[in-house]
């Protein structure tokens, strides 16, 4: 459970003040009237938590959540933890943290060798957050290797082949349709002879066809099995923040076909819908590894609870 803290100095201020640009509209949805919620009462009541619990619901905490929530707020009453509401803020912070740090992971980005495949319905930013990816790992001195193994697509071969680029790592693609695990054996051979850290695979994005998602998850997986024996072998699934409780769906639907390492989650800044992230983390029990705040080469970073609830609170 190791957490990189990214750069030093001012970065972490470009960071955080990115995440929280990111969560204005969350922030201006759920923040400002959970305020305005609290001004209006002196002491917790029933009412207060009845207009609480529609207010988490309405921010994307999801349904679930929102009464595990409510449950540790009123286990607080009762113990006299809280009287004013004016408390409600802090205890809801506290719980909202303490919900988002159990499976806490971030991205080691000196744990290597590593093998990531990234998969996730279309357009989420699977093909743009390998490319951040890989600028985290080559900037901690990382050699890495991208596998276009979207070959769906000529432009997705093209696009991956932009981000290696730009990040300044190596690609191994072969022709439009040819077979995804062909294309990842050849990256496994070619990482393995040249000394590479971290292999990220790309994957076209596709769920209507649960069965031969399944068995091209599963050829993949045997490929990597055979090819890179006993190294680490994650599977991010990348999720699209303002799809809001859509995204939760998907995660449940391809947790049924791929063992799910971790999530990137995605596109978190102009959502009105941060809260998701809650409820990612509590429903589901798959640990959020990065986010994504944007478009640019370093919009994307590893995840850390006590930031993201500071940018969601704060300001
Ligand atoms: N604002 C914003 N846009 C993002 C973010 N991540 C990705 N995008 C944009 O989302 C669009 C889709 O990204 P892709 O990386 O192509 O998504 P994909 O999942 O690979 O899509 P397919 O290959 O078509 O399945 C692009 O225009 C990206 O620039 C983010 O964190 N914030
Ligand atoms: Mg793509």
Redesign the pocket.
């Given at each position: 459970m190791t957490v990189i803290q990214k750069d030093q100095g001012d970065n972490i201020m470009g960071w955080f003040d990115k995440l929280k640009a990111?969560l204005r509209k969350t922030r201006e949805g759920f923040k400002n009237k959970l305020k305005s919620l609290l001004a209006a009462f002196g002491k917790v009541d029933e009412d207060l938590f009845d207009d609480l619990e529609e207010l988490l619901i309405t921010s994307d905490f999801g349904v679930e959540t929102t009464e595990h929530l409510m449950e540790r707020l009123r286990a607080r009453v009762k113990e006299g933890r809280i009287i004013e509401a004016a408390e409600v803020e802090k205890a809801l912070q506290e719980e909202i943290t303490s919900m988002l740090t159990k499976g806490e992971q971030g991205l080691d980005t000196e744990d290597v060798p590593v093998i990531i495949s990234v998969i996730?319905?279309?357009?989420?930013?699977?093909?743009?957050?390998?490319?951040k990816m890989a600028h985290l790992y080559k900037s901690a001195g990382k050699r890495v290797l991208l596998a276009a193994g979207?070959t769906?697509?000529a432009a997705?071969i093209d696009?991956l082949g932009i981000w290696a680029e730009r990040a300044g790592v190596e690609m191994i693609s072969q022709s439009e349709g040819a077979d995804p695990a062909a294309v990842l054996f050849d990256a496994c051979r070619s990482a393995k002879a040249k000394g590479v850290d971290v292999l990220i695979c790309?994957t076209?994005?596709?769920l209507h066809n649960k069965k031969n998602l399944m068995d091209e998850l599963a050829k993949m997986n045997r490929v990597v099995e055979r090819e890179m024996a006993g190294v680490r072998h994650e599977t991010f699934l990348?999720l699209?923040?303002a799809t809001g409780q859509n995204a939760v769906n998907q995660a449940r639907a391809f947790s049924e076909v791929a063992g799910i390492t971790g999530i990137i989650l995605?596109?978190?800044?102009?959502s009105s819908k941060g809260g998701i992230i809650v409820s990612i983390c509590e429903e589901l029990g798959i640990p959020v590894r990065l986010?994504?705040?944007?478009?640019g080469i370093n919009?994307?970073q590893p995840f850390v609870p006590e930031e993201y609830v500071r940018a969601l609170f704060e300001g």
């Open positions: 990111g996730g319905v279309n357009g989420v930013g699977k093909t743009t957050s390998i490319g979207d769906f697509r997705a696009q790309d076209a994005g596709r990348v699209d923040a995605t596109k978190l800044d102009g986010v994504g705040v944007g478009e919009d994307l």
